[in-house]
């Protein structure tokens, strides 16, 4: 039997069903959702938000952590940090303060979130924040208040040594970090990353200024390496020659106790691939007691800086087919109902890719085809996945209505295209729904926001 279904290339290209993806009745379901009846219910295209795989996607980072931290002796702890950018919507950051979680923030408008999730009792004083990005006078002012208001373990990270001016100024005292500067990979256009300081001139720094103000304790060492958490060499060698910078640090500085790792923890962008999590956590643990033993230096406590692993798993964006285009012999378009450029920007803007799936008609055959979105922009185009540099969808006939979703969205995109504000072609930002899951295991759906009007777009823009 000629296996040319959706369902069979599908079956025949992937380990399937994995990852909260299954298939009932020829129809996908994600988290068991039933997708379908969710279109039905409110429409297309629309953004959905799944907030119970936020809490178990910190759940199981700390689990794994805490594993590696006992099965190597580790005498340190481990705190997750949510890198606040990712996203900053209120019903993102109430899942995911339900799991005694920190925070990381990069702008001084951060720090009206936290005070105001403090008002509300979501985020107690004794949490750390772990300020990070280039810091403004009003950044700094910021930062000093909510100190003087109670949050004695907010860590400010220096991110140039020009900045301790700035605390100087506004500060009777603080905790500090230094973010050192990564060495970046070989293909890159510049060899050291714009952001933290230079390996070589953080000793001379801390010995020179910082240790000479007793109003200031260097508390912390961070870093991010700008692949992010992969197990490649360049990831292990880059590590392990930022643990030394650490252990050179702290032989100077005896209030050091803590290392950020930063983020960069992979997600799921294909159903293609298999990341081992676990091996990945414990070689991390691994690498830093094995060098701080080597070194004779007290191991440090691990923050790590978890944005688009929190969060990203979370979120969807379903569309309808609206039409479909024959330009030549080869190439045909599915026209969908919105935007990419709207509604996910990543896609167009750095190439990035999602699981990409249809939800309906998995029983038809399947056919080659590009995506394309409503606006007259050249750009605003999808036509290869993660695995494969072509897109598959069902075939359907005439009259017949076919959907399909890109999965794990739910990390920048909408800071990104500008959430409820003006949209590329004026074309509408979807409606955003809500699932949650009770204790019985019921699904509960809310209206987080309806479709984006023309009256909003026209008042913003003065008519």
């Given at each position: ?419 409820g504000g003006i949209q590329h072609c004026l074309i509408p930002a979807p409606k955003h729904v809500l699932i949650n899951r ?26």
């Amino acid at each position: 039997m000629l296996k040319n279904r959706y369902i069979d290339l599908i079956e025949q290209t992937f380990y399937f069903p994995r990852h909260g993806f299954n298939v009932e009745e020829n129809e996908l379901t994600f988290h068991d959702i039933p997708l379908m009846n969710l279109i039905e219910k409110y429409g297309t295209p629309l953004k959905l938000t799944y907030l119970p795989k936020i809490s178990s996607q910190i759940q199981r980072a700390k689990r794994l952590f805490n594993q590696a931290i006992e099965k190597h002796d580790y005498k340190g702890q481990y705190r997750y940090c949510y890198c606040t950018k990712s996203s900053h919507f209120s019903f993102v950051m109430n899942e995911a303060l339900k799991n005694d979680i920190h925070l990381e923030t990069s702008s001084d408008f951060d720090i009206h979130i936290i005070r105001e999730l403090a008002k509300k009792g979501q985020f107690n004083t004794d949490r750390y924040v772990v300020c990070n990005g280039y810091k403004t006078a009003n950044y700094v002012k910021n930062m000093t208040q909510l100190v003087e208001e109670g949050f004695k373990n907010l860590i400010a990270v220096l991110d140039n040594p020009d900045e301790l001016k700035l605390y100087q100024e506004h500060s009777k005292t603080m905790n500090l970090g230094i973010r050192v500067a990564t060495e970046e990979e070989p293909n890159y256009s510049f060899y050291t990353s714009r952001l933290g300081m230079s390996s070589k001139k953080v000793l001379e720094f801390y010995q020179n200024e910082l240790a000479k103000d007793p109003r200031f304790k260097l508390k912390m060492m961070h870093f991010f390496i700008n692949t992010g958490i992969k197990d490649t060499t360049y990831y292990w060698s880059e590590l392990v020659r930022l643990i030394h910078v650490y252990c050179d640090l702290k032989e100077v500085c005896p209030e050091l106790n803590t290392l950020d790792i930063g983020g960069g923890m992979p997600i799921y962008t294909s159903l293609g691939v298999e990341l081992d999590y676990a091996y990945m956590i414990d070689q991390i643990v691994y690498y830093i007691k094995t060098i701080c033993d080597d070194r004779g230096v007290e191991v440090p406590d691990i923050f790590t800086e978890f944005g688009s692993y929190t969060v990203a798993e979370s979120g969807a964006v379903i569309y309808s087919i609206l039409g479909k285009k024959q330009q030549n012999d080869a190439e045909q378009w599915y026209m969908i109902d919105s935007s990419f450029i709207t509604t996910l920007p990543d896609t167009w803007g750095i190439g990035q890719k999602f699981i990409l799936l249809a939800i309906n008609h998995w029983d038809k055959t399947f056919q080659r085809t590009n995506l394309g979105g409503i606006t007259c922009d050249g750009q605003d185009f999808y036509n290869s996945d993660t695995h494969t540099n072509q897109v598959f969808m069902p075939k359907v006939k005439e009259g017949e209505k076919l959907y399909m979703g890109f999965f794990h969205t739910g990390a920048y995109q909408e800071s990104i295209g500008g959430y409820g504000g003006i949209q590329h072609c004026l074309i509408p930002a979807p409606k955003h729904v809500l699932i949650n899951r009770d204790e019985k295991g019921e699904l509960h759906y809310a209206l987080f926001a309806e479709e984006q009007s023309h009256q909003q777009m026209m008042n913003i823009l003065g008519y």
